[in-house]
């Protein structure tokens, strides 16, 4: 089909485009051309444009230009304007990119711990004697090591107790440890050298490890894969939600911490990977239910951390819609979450403000969803923020992640008040979950690879494959394994105990004081003392003093540490001797009673009841509606609580126990009476002083020099004054102005004797 040309067009030799234009056209140029709609089969519908341009400039008989260098010249430079290549101007160079890059933290943290503890290592044969000139330069040495060099350099690693910093090295208890080192040196050796390792060289350092861990009696079993499956997680949640034990600075810490355990186990997400999550991973919405029931709320979630060396850099979508009749209010990841996003106002419509707002919405239209978009602004806020507490009162900083750490100091302090034997850490999620994916047999091993970010099965095989089993009596036999009992006996729950101690008894404490190391350090800290008094002024005897006793402090809190486990991993076997005793024989008395009288006496707050009330309840009818109400007011306590201050940490002594089972029972001593106390500032007494005249020392008398506020104990006091005054830039006691909270703190500490 053929384009008609116009006379105009065709008088200057310019075929008329009705589907396409050229960017640098003007109306100087070309002239208005009518469309066409006929043109050779040949000609391409959309000639290129540097192509037009030149044929418009080639032609022109009206104007009387002929083809000449000039035209040639615009040409060009034309067509270098459209089409200008960039210049090479060396903002980029290989050698610029680490060789880490876009490596893990952690991965690149044991990196450079090999690398400084290799040219530690050379300094250190440097200074011998008749010593090689090769040891001078880290790199030099390393290309010119011999197997024997290596091994002498991973024996040295064994023996350091200290860093160049001089802090204590934690040290080497399993082999697996000596062989995460070697992998991570044999990566060093690689980049430095441009080569890898030869199998013989590589060998042979291999035997001389073996030998090693032999000779130093290191561990060669790697940590219990022991998996936890949500009968295990529903009863821990519950603890963490009502003891008292445990204190947090935010009512909203709590909650935190319940919804990390119900992410962690629904997704098997590794533990930052849940910690990265932002709102702006989130994607709630209500979906239609396909059996003409109510919307139903779906959460979606899109982790971003993923390990992207094993080359799985996909991000997976985990999809959690909402059961109405769950397990239960503690382990809903809707409640937990609704909370937190209610709490902040976090949704874009002005009008969405509770759980029966979200309860009274439709989808409509026929369609399937209705997103329930979230603010914009809020796109950066971290769905597990950290909570500031250097000021009061404590700050939630949702632009900050909470940090792994303090994470695992919560579950780890909360393993304890719950009762398990060992502590619980974040990738026992993957364990239980793994295992479950692996047996369900409605996911496929493809699947569970993409779901675990595993490059392929062997990873699973080797360290999530649960290495306990149970139920091959019953295969052997023919018969049907007990799939319930097989998992009642291979989960974290089997070894709960909540008897098992968690503190020091004041004998314990004396056995620890009696310690040969300590006593040694203790004297040589007394013989610096003693030298110090001589020598007032000198600074390195008043340097080495303060070093010796930071040493001392540490070396004692090491061994009751040491003696704490140690009561701990021995208490199952002695309990069992005493409860064995009292079933059979009575001569013993059940200490259950006592300790619970014990649990009481950390008194909860009314917001904190109210939130147990709501969460630990069951449904009582068949009815949706009952349902639904049901969760509504536990996401409505939920939000009361989360800006309730419950007073951090519990700080100093604690409470006195219950006597165990093989004490016998002692007459509780009289009170003893405080020093400096008056009548009315005696614990046992009712009235405590107000008076000012009082309140020199608030470490014999309880009360506040800030405010006549009055507490039963010192640690009442401190916690008062850390909570209520730290922002205060006077002392009203003393009529001081002070410039800052560190100056507070200082005058505090030595005016009126409270350490804060």
């Keep these: 089909m053929r384009r008609r040309r116009s006379p105009d067009a065709s008088n200057h030799g310019i075929t008329s485009e009705s589907s396409c234009t050229s960017p640098v056209d003007t109306d100087e140029d070309r002239p208005f051309e009518p469309d066409s709609s006929d043109t050779d089969l040949t000609e391409p519908e959309c000639s290129p444009p540097a192509a037009r341009w030149i044929a418009r400039k080639r032609s022109s008989p009206n104007s009387g230009i002929d083809s000449s260098q000039a035209d040639l010249l615009n040409v060009e430079r034309a067509h270098q304007a459209r089409y200008q290549l960039p210049d090479d101007d060396t903002d980029e160079d290989l050698a610029q990119v680490p060789d880490d890059y876009g490596r893990s933290h952690g991965t690149q943290k044991l990196k450079l711990r090999l690398k400084q503890r290799w040219a530690w290592f050379c300094q250190v044969k440097a200074m011998e004697p008749s010593t090689d000139r090769q040891w001078a330069n880290a790199e030099n040495a390393l290309r010119e090591a011999s197997p024997n060099d290596m091994h002498r350099f991973l024996n040295w690693c064994l023996k350091l107790e200290y860093s160049p910093d001089g802090r204590r090295q934690k040290g080497y208890t399993k082999a697996s440890s000596l062989e995460a080192d070697w992998k991570y040196f044999r990566i060093y050796y690689t980049r430095v050298t441009r080569q890898e390792m030869s199998k013989e060289m590589a060998e042979a350092v291999r035997t001389g490890m073996r030998h090693l861990v032999d000779k130093r009696g290191l561990d060669k079993q790697p940590r219990a894969n022991v998996p936890v499956y949500i009968e295990d997680m529903v009863p821990f949640n519950e603890t963490i939600l009502q003891t008292r034990e ?56 899109q982790p971003q951390f993923v390990k992207s060396v094993l080359g799985m850099s996909k991000l997976n979508t985990f999809a959690l819609p909402e059961i109405v009749y769950g397990v239960s209010l503690v382990f809903s990841p809707h409640v937990l979450l609704f909370i937190i996003l209610f709490y902040v106002n976090a949704f874009e419509a002005s009008h969405l403000n509770s759980m029966e707002d979200l309860r009274e919405l439709l989808v409509e239209g026929g369609r399937q969803e209705m997103p329930l978009p979230l603010k914009k602004e809020m796109d950066n806020y971290y769905v597990f923020p950290k909570v500031d507490v250097t000021c009061s009162p404590p700050r939630i900083l949702w632009e900050t992640p909470m940090n792994g750490s303090t994470l695992d100091a919560q579950l780890r302090t909360s393993s304890e008040i719950h009762g398990f034997l060992n502590h619980f850490f974040s990738h026992q999620f993957r364990y239980g979950g793994g295992d479950l994916l692996d047996k369900s047999g409605f996911v496929s091993e493809a699947q569970r690879n993409v779901i675990m970010a595993h490059a392929s099965s062997r990873t699973f095989i080797q360290h999530y494959r649960p290495r306990r089993h149970t139920g091959l009596q019953e295969i052997m036999c023919g018969l049907k394994p007990d799939e319930e009992f097989s998992k009642a006996v291979t989960r974290m729950s089997r070894w709960i105990d909540r008897r098992r101690p968690r503190y020091l008894s004041d004998a314990d404490r004396e056995s620890v004081e009696k310690d040969p190391e300590l006593l040694s350090a203790i004297r040589w800290q007394r013989e610096l003392e003693t030298q110090c008094g001589g020598r007032p002024h000198d600074p390195a005897s008043r340097a080495m003093l303060k070093d010796q006793r930071r040493q001392v402090q540490n070396l004692r809190r090491r061994l009751q540490d040491k003696r704490r486990k140690e009561i701990r991993r021995d208490f199952s076997r002695q309990q069992a001797v005493i409860d064995i005793e009292r ?35 069951w449904p009582t009818t068949d009815s949706l509606e009952d349902e639904w109400t049901r969760r509504n007011k536990a996401v409505a306590a939920g939000i009361q609580y989360c800006g309730f201050q419950e007073g951090g940490p519990l700080r100093g002594r604690r409470k006195r126990s219950a006597p165990s089972d093989s004490e016998d029972v002692i007459s509780p001593p009289p009170a003893r009476k405080i020093k400096g106390a008056t009548p009315s500032t005696t614990p046992g007494t009712k009235g405590l002083t107000s008076d000012r005249k009082h309140i020199l020392n608030a470490e014999q008398t309880f ?16 916690r008062h004054f850390r909570d209520s005054h730290l922002m205060d830039r006077r002392c009203n006691f003393c009529d001081l102005s002070v410039l800052h909270e560190m100056h507070l703190r200082r005058h505090a500490s030595e005016a009126h004797g409270l350490r804060t």
């Design 246 to 301: 445990k204190r947090f600075h935010l009512g909203i810490q709590r909650i935190l911490l319940c919804l990390y355990n119900t992410i962690g186990l629904f997704t098997v997400n590794r533990k930052q990977a849940i910690l990265d999550l932002q709102f702006k991973h989130l994607q709630i919405s209500l979906q239609q239910d396909p059996d003409e029931g109510p919307p139903k709320p779906m959460i979606e979630l």
């Design 703 to 718: 009360a506040c020099f800030q405010c006549p506020k009055a507490y039963a104990d010192y640690n009442g006091v401190r």
């Design 583 to 617: 079933q059979l024989t009575g001569g013993a008395v059940s200490d259950e009673p006592a300790r619970e009288v014990l649990r009481k006496e950390f008194a909860m707050p009314s917001e904190q009841i109210l939130l147990v009330e709501t969460f630990f309840t």
